[in-house]
């Protein structure tokens, strides 16, 4: 066994500690670059708290998943009001541009220099400016997370920038920031979270240490996220849930993910869709067929197993088979409304295209097992 685990300086949780978040920042900088989103009322407490620690900030707003060119505007404005600190407050896409903007104003160079598949892959050579993350909705983990994940409207891809210089000095994760998410949100980034603690539980890259934080993540959205979903205010359930999608951060940034992510890349690329609403509604179809090619191919692997594991955590019954899993999962994405891709304008023209670019992201090459394109198709199809 060989593993890393390598992830944010310091991690703070508890509902209320976004409070703290004027007296945190000043031991990293005092010109600060806020990233936020649209929702100013969400952020104007938070603001307050900055300028009562005498930090002097500046805004940019993200409104929706991150273009290359957004992120290169950022490290302009950062460079021109000479920022020495990056504040990302917001959900996966907000946090994201805050750590791509504070990893890139340090390098030189274009941006396009240091992403994949678009560019040149280069890596980054020096440490960014110090980010702070404090998400405001329970999905991504992306305060834990050495990736951030921007869209190229012009290639019709979206890309990663990938360096451990991405990993915030400091997440915030307080879960009182999620009390008032609109139902549709919490259901789509919920899912995403549960997504995110199934594929690194059964990934080829499981380790020990992402192991503990998967099963406990499941066991959290299992007794919550419905929960969540139908009762808003209820501050037990959004506490499960922030620590959820913390504990899949953890989770996929050190063991990676599998076929649903493999898909979610090139469908956000080519579409407008929400990432977690993406996810969401292929969980099912993909760990259906993944279980059926693990039975065929690989019955005596360990794979079996985690995936019979999976649904004892999620239905909290000892008998429960891997099936009863994948069923309770389907329940719980029909209480949560979650309508198929098709409501995203895909369909079945577009799943060639998808299924052959599915197959090359990076996030396929962790699924328990190799998928052929007959079996990456059917799971496709069937989330239409
Ligand atoms: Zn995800």
């Not at 274009?110 to 994949?116: G, R, S, T």
């Not at 991405?166 to 789509?188: E, F, G, N, Y």
């Not at 098709?342 to 998928?371: C, F, H, Q, W």
């Amino acid at each position: 066994m060989a593993f890393e685990f390598a992830t944010a300086g310091r991690i703070i949780f508890g509902p209320g500690t976004s409070k703290e978040l004027g007296t945190l920042l000043t031991q990293f900088g005092k010109r600060a670059l806020v990233v936020r989103g649209s929702d100013s009322a969400r952020t104007r407490p938070l603001l307050a708290s900055i300028e009562a620690a005498k930090v002097d900030h500046f805004c940019f707003e993200v409104h929706d998943e991150p273009t290359v060119e957004q992120v290169a505007e950022g490290v302009s404005q950062a460079r021109r009001e000479e920022s020495n600190l990056v504040i990302g407050i917001g959900g996966g896409s907000v946090i994201d541009s805050a750590k791509a903007i504070a990893g890139l104003v340090t390098n030189p160079g274009a941006i396009l220099d240091y992403l994949e598949v678009i560019g040149k892959g280069k890596q980054l050579s020096v440490p960014g400016l110090p980010c702070v993350a404090i998400p405001t909705t329970s999905g991504t983990g992306a305060e834990v997370t050495r990736n951030s994940v921007l869209a190229s409207p012009e290639h019709k891809v979206k890309v990663s920038l990938r360096s451990p210089y991405l990993l915030p000095c400091l997440a915030i994760v307080d879960p009182k920031l999620t009390l008032d998410l609109p139902p549709s949100v919490t259901a789509s980034t919920g899912l995403d979270a549960l997504t995110q603690v199934i594929e690194p539980y059964v990934s080829i890259r499981a380790n020990p240490v992402t192991d503990g934080f998967c099963i406990e993540g499941m066991r959290r959205v299992g007794r919550s996220l419905q929960r969540a979903f139908e009762q808003g205010q209820d501050l037990q359930a959004r506490e499960d849930m922030a620590l959820a999608s913390l504990f899949g951060g953890l989770s996929l940034a050190n063991a990676g993910l599998g076929a649903v992510h493999g898909f979610a890349a090139p469908i956000g690329g080519m579409f407008h869709a929400p990432h977690g609403a993406v996810c969401a509604a292929l969980l099912t179809r993909v760990m259906e067929v993944n279980l059926r090619a693990i039975r065929e191919r690989l019955p005596d692997g360990e794979a079996l197993r985690r995936y019979e594991l999976v649904a004892v955590i999620l239905t909290g019954t000892e008998k429960a088979t891997a099936a009863d899993g994948i069923h309770w999962i389907s329940e719980l994405c029909k209480a949560l409304q979650i309508p198929g891709l098709r409501t995203y304008g895909i369909s079945e023209v577009d799943i060639p295209e998808l299924v052959e670019k599915a197959a090359k992201a990076s996030s396929m090459k962790a699924n328990p097992i190799v998928l052929t394109r007959d079996e990456l198709t059917e799971a496709l199809q069937a989330a239409l």
